[in-house]
């Protein structure tokens, strides 16, 4: 019984030594024929030093948001396409996308401070009027200029060192403005000091070719949204694009339905007040204003859109560069544009003369043929009056008030106007 019982043992184990060899064979197999694995390849967009303007770097805006592209946190209007397409470079802007969590996306707006073609027409001034070559290092040829190393020496931002730059930002400047420049200049790690000891050679170089070119991205850092400024909220740059939050242009608006109109109307009238009565007492003014100069967010709210043309003088302080010292031009005067341009007289700005400027280009495009009579022509009216100069004797508060106090009936309470809604329900003030 025992050797019968053994005999069992050792076929049971030969058969199961010959199940594994075959099941061993058989995975071997299947391995063998098998077509190796590919890993997914997720499509992405090509981005190129010569697109984002990192190839001219320091001679740029800044690097602050260069991760966020190319971890593609921003992208361009077709980020939901599987075609990752890059948009053509000519263009001034762009419509975009952007996450911290790669789940919800919001707009944002992707500029260039001026179109490519005055950025090469500039570079290429660059290299032909301070080395005579057709091509250079910008960044070397800039460093050589007089006025860069009059920077590099400097402790603090003085009205000296942005004398004869094109900014209207800059033709009247106070040195309190210039503190708050260098104390909130975004591309740097904030010191929250007035002196540029924070600030690298390369962070000197950016900021000064940024206030050459356009200051609307320092603009958009001095004076925050979060802080009720109008403006668009500044999310940082990458060579030569800016990204800020998204806007519509006011001209999307211009066949707008009557109340929204109004609802526009009134809104640009109360950022015009707080252009020139603020608690910092600065006296903001446009030196030009087009459909592009405001924008409206989705919730309603209208922004000034574009702070290229605007031009500061302080009150407190008043202006610490006389007439005369604005006539110094360099290479940093006319990047982008003539040399030969004359700057404003300081003294020759108005209180009235942003509010003529928008009586004139903006506010008739807005309100044309809106209203029913007898309103509309009194709106007619008041705006050609307000268009020819207005009176001298006139003060823009008390005609800004007089137009205000004929639109507000005009407009209404409703899911339309988020920003503020549903508070105008329970708000005399609406």
Not at 112 to 135: E, F, G, P, W
Request: aromatic share 10%; proline share 4%.
């Amino acid at each position: 019984m025992g050797r019968w019982i053994c005999c069992l043992c050792s076929r049971v184990a030969d058969s199961l030594m010959l199940l594994l060899v075959l099941a061993l064979s058989c995975n071997t197999s299947t391995a063998a024929t098998a077509s190796p694995s590919v890993p997914h390849i997720k499509p992405s967009y090509s981005f190129g030093r010569t697109f984002l303007g990192l190839d001219k770097c320091n001679a740029c805006i800044g690097t602050s948001i260069c991760k966020k592209f190319f971890k593609e946190e921003i992208r361009f209007d077709t980020w939901l396409s599987s075609h990752l397409k890059l948009p053509p470079s000519y263009l001034l802007s762009y419509s975009g996308n952007y996450t911290d969590d790669a789940k919800s996306w919001r707009l944002v707006d992707i500029t260039r401070l001026t179109s490519k073609y005055q950025h090469d027409r500039a570079d290429k001034r660059i290299c032909t009027s301070l080395l005579k070559t057709k091509t250079c290092s910008l960044e070397r040829a800039l460093r050589r200029t007089h006025r860069f190393q009059k920077w590099l020496r400097a402790k603090r931002l003085t009205p000296d060192l942005v004398q004869g730059l094109s900014s209207p930002m800059l033709r009247c400047p106070s040195q309190r403005l210039l503190d708050r420049i260098v104390r909130r200049y975004a591309e740097v790690p904030d010191a929250g000091s007035i002196y540029m000891d924070h600030l690298t050679d390369r962070d000197k170089m950016r900021l000064l070719y940024t206030l050459s070119v356009n200051s609307h991205p320092i603009l958009l850092q001095i004076f925050p949204d979060v802080e009720g400024w109008p403006f668009p909220r500044y999310l940082g740059s990458c060579g030569r694009l800016v990204v800020s939050a998204s806007t519509r242009p006011l001209r999307d608006f211009y066949g707008a339905a009557p109340e929204v109109a109004a609802d526009l109307a009134l809104q640009l009238l109360a950022v015009l007040r707080s252009m020139g009565t603020n608690d910092l007492n600065y006296f903001f003014y446009f030196t030009h204003v087009d459909a592009g100069t405001f924008g409206v967010f989705s919730n309603g709210h209208l922004f000034i859109r574009d702070a290229s043309t605007l031009g500061i003088i302080d009150k407190e302080e008043g202006s610490q560069l006389i007439d005369g010292q604005q006539e110094y031009k360099d290479i940093f005067s006319c990047l982008t544009v003539d040399c030969q341009s004359a700057f404003v007289s300081c003294n020759s700005i108005r209180e009235k003369h942003s509010l003529v400027m928008v009586c004139q280009e903006l506010l008739p495009k807005l309100l044309k043929g809106k209203f029913l009579q007898p309103v509309q022509e009194k709106i007619d009216s008041f705006l050609q009056h307000c268009a020819n100069g207005l009176d001298d004797d006139q003060g823009v508060n008390e005609v800004v008030a007089e137009l205000a106090e004929i639109l507000k009936p005009l407009r209404s309470c409703d899911s339309r106007f988020a920003y503020r809604y549903p508070d105008c329900k329970y708000s005399d003030k609406y």
